[in-house]
C-alpha cells in the first residue's frame, strides 16, 4: 500500500494503494509519502521537519504493519494545488481529499484551516488531526472582546485558509458584541507589509488581526512593529507556531497571545518526545511536526486492528480507537472527520521571562475539545444526519 502524507502548512495523509477488502496489505509494503513545502514560507513549521517526525513514527510503530515494512518518501509541492493535486497549503488539502475519497483511500490532515475539510467538502475516508479557523479564532476572539479590545482590522493571506480565518475570526468578535472596521488581502508570500498596515493603522481599529501563517505572518509582525503600529494598536497573530517565533525572536514577538495544540514544554511526555526530535532535527517541534507523528502510529495501529487497510475498515478502527499520546490526550475521531481535544491559550514570553533556549510559551489555559470545535451539527457535513 502507498501512503501519502501531504503537509501543507501541515500534514496531509493519503493512502494510495489498492483497496481490496480480503488483502491484509495491498502491493507488500506501506509506502507514508511527505508532501509538503519543503523550502518555502512554510517549511520551517512543516517541511523537512515533518518527515523526521514520520521516520520517528515509523521506527516507533517497529517499522512494519502486519508483517509489512513501512517506508517513509517526501516531496515538495512548492505551495501549488496543481502540483499537490498532479496532486498552496489548504487548496492541496482539499484536492487531495476530494481525489482520495474518488479511489477509495484515506486523507488525513495535519495543520490545515478550512473549515470545509471538515465541513460541506468532508469525505467519509477523510480526518484533520490539528486544528481549524474555528478552533484558532473562536475562543482567542470572544476573550479579546471581553478585554475590551472590541474593534478590528483584519490583514489576511488570499486564499482559502486566510478566508476561513477572517470569516470565523468575524463571526466571533460580532458574537461578542465587537465591531470589524476592515480588511485587506494580500498574496501569499508577500515581503513587503507597508500599504497593508498603513490601511490597519488608518482604520483605527484597537485590533490588528493577521490571518495568514508562517513566513507571511513572522513578516507582517515584524513590520508592524517597524512602524510603531504596536505603541497604539494590539497585534493579534490567528497562528503561531514555535518556528514563527524562534525566527522573530521574544523582543519582536513578545505578550502575542494565540491558540495552539501543542507546545513540548508542557508537560512530562511533551518533553520527553520532543528532546527525541530534538536530537534529530536541531529544532523544538511545531504542533505540525508533533502532530504528524501521532497521525501516522494511530493509522498504523488502526490498520493493525483491523486486519487490513482497506480504507473504510481502516477509517472504523480509527473513529472507535480514542487517541491517546503525547499530543493529545482521550481525543476522538468524529463522523466529519474532526480530531476533538483540548487545545491551549498560550502567550508569548518576555525576553526576561524565558530561562533556557526554546521556552517561549506561557499556557495560560486550556480549551476542552468540545468547546474549542465547531459542533458537528453546525459543519455542513453531508454525512452526518440532521
Request: negative net charge.
Amino acid at each position: 500500500m502507498r501512503f501519502i502524507s501531504v503537509l501543507t502548512a501541515a500534514c496531509l495523509s493519503m493512502a494510495l494503494g489498492a483497496s481490496v477488502a480480503h488483502a491484509q496489505i495491498s502491493d507488500d509494503v506501506v509506502r507514508i509519502g511527505v508532501l509538503n513545502d519543503q523550502s518555502g514560507l512554510y517549511a520551517d513549521l512543516g517541511g523537512p521537519g515533518s518527515v523526521v517526525a514520520a521516520r520517528m513514527a515509523v521506527e516507533d510503530a517497529g517499522g512494519t504493519v502486519l508483517g509489512k515494512p513501512v517506508e517513509i518518501v517526501f516531496a515538495d509541492h512548492q505551495n501549488k494545488s496543481d502540483i499537490g493535486a498532479a496532486f498552496d497549503n489548504s487548496a492541496v488539502a482539499l484536492a487531495v481529499e476530494q481525489l482520495a475519497a474518488e479511489r477509495n483511500r484515506i486523507a488525513i490532515a495535519g495543520a490545515v484551516g478550512s473549515t470545509a475539510f471538515t465541513g460541506k467538502a468532508c469525505t467519509p475516508t477523510e480526518a484533520s488531526w490539528i486544528y481549524d479557523s474555528y478552533a484558532l479564532t473562536t475562543s482567542l476572539a470572544k476573550s479579546i472582546v471581553a478585554e475590551g479590545r472590541d474593534t478590528w482590522f483584519f490583514i489576511t493571506v488570499d486564499y482559502a485558509f486566510g478566508h476561513s480565518l477572517e470569516a470565523d475570526a468575524t463571526s466571533a468578535v460580532l458574537a461578542a458584541g465587537g465591531k470589524v472596521l476592515g480588511s485587506v488581502r494580500h498574496p501569499l508570500n508577500t515581503a513587503d507589509f507597508s500599504s497593508y498596515l498603513l490601511q490597519a493603522q488608518a482604520s483605527g481599529a484597537k485590533v490588528v488581526a493577521f490571518a495568514n501563517g508562517g513566513g507571511d505572518m513572522i513578516n507582517a509582525t515584524k513590520q508592524a512593529n517597524e512602524f510603531g503600529l504596536t505603541k497604539n494598536q494590539t497585534m493579534v497573530s490567528l497562528l503561531v507556531f514555535i518556528s514563527d517565533v524562534h525566527s522573530m525572536e521574544l523582543q519582536a514577538a513578545q505578550g502575542l497571545k494565540f491558540v495552539t495544540a501543542f507546545y513540548w514544554d508542557r508537560n512530562e511526555e511533551t518533553r520527553a518526545w520532543s528532546k527525541r526530535f530534538f536530537e534529530r532535527h536541531g529544532r523544538m517541534p511545531t504542533m505540525a511536526q508533533a502532530s504528524a507523528y501521532s497521525a501516522i502510529r494511530h493509522y498504523l495501529g488502526a490498520i493493525a486492528a483491523a486486519g487490513t487497510d482497506e480504507a473504510k475498515a481502516v477509517m472504523a478502527k480509527m473513529r472507535e480507537t480514542p487517541v491517546d499520546d503525547f499530543y493529545v490526550k482521550n481525543g476522538r475521531l468524529r463522523q466529519d472527520g474532526r480530531l476533538v481535544h483540548d487545545m491551549y491559550f498560550a502567550q508569548v514570553k518576555k525576553p526576561s521571562e524565558s530561562t533556557k533556549p526554546w521556552d517561549y510559551y506561557r499556557i495560560l489555559g486550556a480549551i476542552p475539545g468540545d468547546q474549542a470545535f465547531r459542533p458537528l451539527a453546525d459543519g455542513g457535513c453531508p454525512l452526518v444526519a440532521h
